[in-house]
């Protein structure tokens, strides 16, 4: 019997870069980013917004922190990585593999300014909670009627 890892998710970034390579030749401007050519998987993420800041909180456990590299650049947040895969025992059978491991990749544009010089990151509990200012430009402040 042959153990065979089935992820949805690879299926829809497959597609995607499918797509991207189609239409690559329309958006001559555009460069090859290796980190989302090699990604095999994605990690969930949860992102909120308030008037000081947008949150994003990525579910990435069994990782170590020095294996996330995240860069700000040109307006895009990219964060990415690898997780190793589980290795297989020889005195054990394993009967089934759904945690994903290999290259990960995720890219964000914020739809307003960002200040960021002061975009910080921790990763605790398989959690990485990475707070992205927004400029102060950009944040409501209140106008006295006089």
């Not at 001559?28 to 090699?38: F, P, V």
């Not at 990435?60 to 990585?81: Q, R, Y």
């Not at 089934?96 to 964000?108: A, D, I, K, L, T």
Request: charged share 35%; net charge negative; aromatic share 10%.
């Amino acid at each position: 019997m042959t153990l065979v890892r089935w992820n949805p998710t690879t299926d829809l970034m497959n597609l995607q870069r499918e797509f991207d390579r189609v239409f690559r030749g329309f958006n001559t401007g555009r460069t090859k980013d290796e980190d989302y050519e090699s990604a095999v998987w994605s990690p969930m993420v949860d992102i909120t917004e308030n008037e000081e800041k947008y949150e994003l909180s990525f579910d990435i456990p069994g990782m170590k922190k020095d294996d996330i590299k995240m860069n700000f650049a040109d307006g895009t947040l990219k964060i990415s990585g690898e997780r190793a895969s589980v290795e297989e025992k020889e005195d054990a059978t394993c009967h089934r593999v759904e945690r994903v491991s290999g290259r990960f990749f995720r890219s964000f544009n914020f739809p307003t300014q960002v200040n960021s010089d002061k975009i910080a990151a921790k990763y605790e509990d398989g959690v990485l909670t990475v707070t992205v200012p927004k400029a102060e430009e950009v944040k409501p402040r209140q106008i006295k009627i006089g």
